[in-house]
């Protein structure tokens, strides 16, 4: 006991501390969103699309590649360095946050884990320069249910031959590489699946139809199309029939990045509506000035700092080497339930403005509701976190 002094305690850290090198890190991050995204924002909304030089910029500023190692073109960075960009993207627009998350968290984190060396020196410098990335395991029939997927994948010769559709793609309509998940024999369930790291050029490959959404509108979401495409068996990820661990560990790690994104998004949204409720005059003074929207707007930024509590703890954790996979779920759990909360009351702030195109507390809304639904849904993250607490 006479351990826990004051003193000794003193060197512990709070959970929002960062080193010099992060806090840089953040600041540049910041000042890149708010100059570089923010006028991108409203027109990648209206259009539905990602606007190539915008994501030109992503890769010549190093936010492709933060967690690649340098000798591979990378930054070098930590998980934690990504979490902190997908936060201060998604502050300014969660579609830009989405597309570094899935390049970063998914498609390198993939690879760096499971790749070859081969495979890393071939694709890693490739990701880090020009190449955008997608992740495709969900299927029109295997959603929650992943690893019930059709997709099948046939030996032959040094080749597989895959057939099949994928649906959901994040970053399909641009991306280069994909890493995509299917069965070598459907009667082997989950140990049948494989990972493959397919090229948009594979013969038999392309993508289909792009999605028409509610938010995150400039994150292209499309299906995928296998028609007998061939895909070397050196672009194997992973063994033959490993394939559900590569899909299910990347996933894990990738949780806390869309608690990063629903992070970033209920900050931006509350950073919003705290500025308006200064402005916007009722009853002869700011409606800042009334208790209950002094009390809401507390009651918000509660929820903020502990959804940056969870997020940051749980990629510490990862960095850490220690076990996460419960508190990332909880962690993905809670941010997609603040994102939510937290936009469609910052939307009532504004009143009738809020429900309106003129100012950016709609899109947040709009926005929010993909962090309950992609990368397992929030009946999915209380599966896991109940099997682990009851184990
Ligand atoms: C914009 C967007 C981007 C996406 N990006 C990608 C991507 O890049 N790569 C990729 O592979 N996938 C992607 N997805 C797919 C996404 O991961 C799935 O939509 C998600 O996993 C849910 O699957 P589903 O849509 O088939 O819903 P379903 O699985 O059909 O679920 C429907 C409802 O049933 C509930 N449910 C299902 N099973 C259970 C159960 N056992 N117990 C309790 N409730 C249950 C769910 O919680 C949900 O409420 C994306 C989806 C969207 C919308």
């Not at 890190?25 to 190539?52: C, L, S, T, W």
């Not at 707007?297 to 996460?324: C, G, I, S």
């Amino acid at each position: 006991m006479a351990e826990t002094t004051a003193a000794n305690l003193s060197s512990i850290a709070p959970l929002t501390a960062l080193t010099e090198e992060e806090r840089m890190f953040q600041a540049a991050a910041r000042e890149f969103a708010q100059k570089e995204i923010r006028p991108h924002v409203e027109p990648m909304d209206r259009e539905g699309v990602f606007h190539r030089e915008l994501m030109d910029n992503f890769f010549e500023q190093g936010f492709m590649g933060l967690e690649v190692p340098e000798t591979y073109g990378g930054s070098g960075g930590t998980f934690f360095m990504a979490i902190l960009a997908i936060e201060e993207f998604s502050r300014v627009d969660a579609s830009a946050g989405v597309v570094i998350d899935v390049q970063n968290t998914l498609v390198n984190n993939a690879l760096q884990r499971w790749g070859s060396e081969a495979q890393k020196q071939e694709f890693l410098p490739r990701l880090v320069r020009d190449t955008l990335g997608a992740y495709a395991l969900s299927e029109p029939s295997a959603g929650s249910d992943a690893f019930s997927l059709a997709a099948r994948a046939r030996p032959d010769g040094d080749h597989f031959i895959l057939n099949g559709r994928k649906l959901w793609i994040t970053n399909a309509k641009e991306a280069g590489l994909f890493i995509v998940f299917a069965t070598i024999n459907p009667e082997l369930g989950y140990k049948g699946i494989t990972a493959f790291l397919v090229e948009r050029d594979a013969p038999g490959f392309s993508v289909g139809k792009k999605e028409d959404k509610l938010g995150i509108r400039a994150s292209s979401t499309c299906e995928l199309i296998l028609e007998d495409c061939r895909v070397p068996r050196a672009n194997v990820l992973g063994e033959v029939g490993k394939g559900y661990k590569v899909a299910m560990e990347t996933l894990n790690e990738g949780r806390i990045g869309i608690g990063a994104q629903m992070l970033g998004l209920a900050r931006g949204a509350l950073e919003h509506a705290i500025s308006y409720a200064k402005e916007r005059k009722q009853f002869g003074e700011p409606i800042a000035q009334f208790q209950a929207i002094q009390f809401q707007l507390a009651r918000l930024a509660t929820d903020v700092e502990a959804a940056r509590l969870m997020t940051y703890n749980a990629a510490r954790l990862k960095d850490a080497r220690q076990p996460f996979v419960k508190e990332a779920a909880m962690t993905k759990y809670f941010c997609s339930q603040v994102a939510e909360r937290v936009a469609s009351e910052c939307l009532e702030v504004y009143g009738g403005y809020g429900f309106t195109k003129d100012y950016p507390a709609e899109k947040y809304l709009r926005d929010s509701k993909i962090g309950k639904i992609y990368e397992g849904t929030s009946f999915m993250q209380l599966q896991t976190i109940a099997k682990l607490i009851l184990a």
